[in-house]
Nanobody, 121 residues
Framework: QVQLVESGGGLVQAGGSLRLSCAASGRTNAMGWFRQAPGKEREFVAA????????RYADSVKGRFTVSRDNAKSTVYLQMNSLKPEDTAVYYC?????????????????WGQGTQVTVSS
């Protein structure tokens, strides 16, 4: 069993930046970030494979968000720049049961508790 703990969320003005971190209690394969806004379904944001050599992004965040990982620290990061009010959501990190960076929530076995990101206009 892998436990995931997100941190780094908060309130930021539009155009600002935040860096989310996700610390894992053990070794993980591919990792992903998802988000859920009020009244909406959870959606894929970004994913990274085990080595960090492959990343995938939702079209809505491409060019603004960057996912990375430090396997020595068992930590995955999500750098969010040029934030928009529509990025407001609870952000979750998840650990994939596979090595590849998947965009499908069903491929992820473990989930963190989420961290709130609020972008004001």
């Amino acid at each position: 069993q892998v436990q995931l703990v997100e941190s780094g969320g908060g309130l930021v003005q539009a155009g600002g930046s935040l860096r989310l971190s996700c610390a894992a209690s053990g070794r993980t394969n591919a990792m992903g970030w998802f988000r859920q806004a009020p009244g909406k379904e959870r959606e894929f944001v970004a994913a990274i494979n085990w080595s960090g050599g492959t990343t995938r992004y939702a079209d809505s965040v491409k060019g603004r968000f960057t996912v990375s990982r430090d396997n020595a620290k068992s930590t995955v990061y999500l750098q969010m720049n040029s934030l928009k009010p529509e990025d407001t959501a609870v952000y979750y990190c998840a650990a994939n049961r596979l090595y590849s960076a998947s965009t499908y929530a069903d491929d992820y076995l473990y989930w963190g508790q989420g961290t709130q990101v609020t972008v004001s206009s």
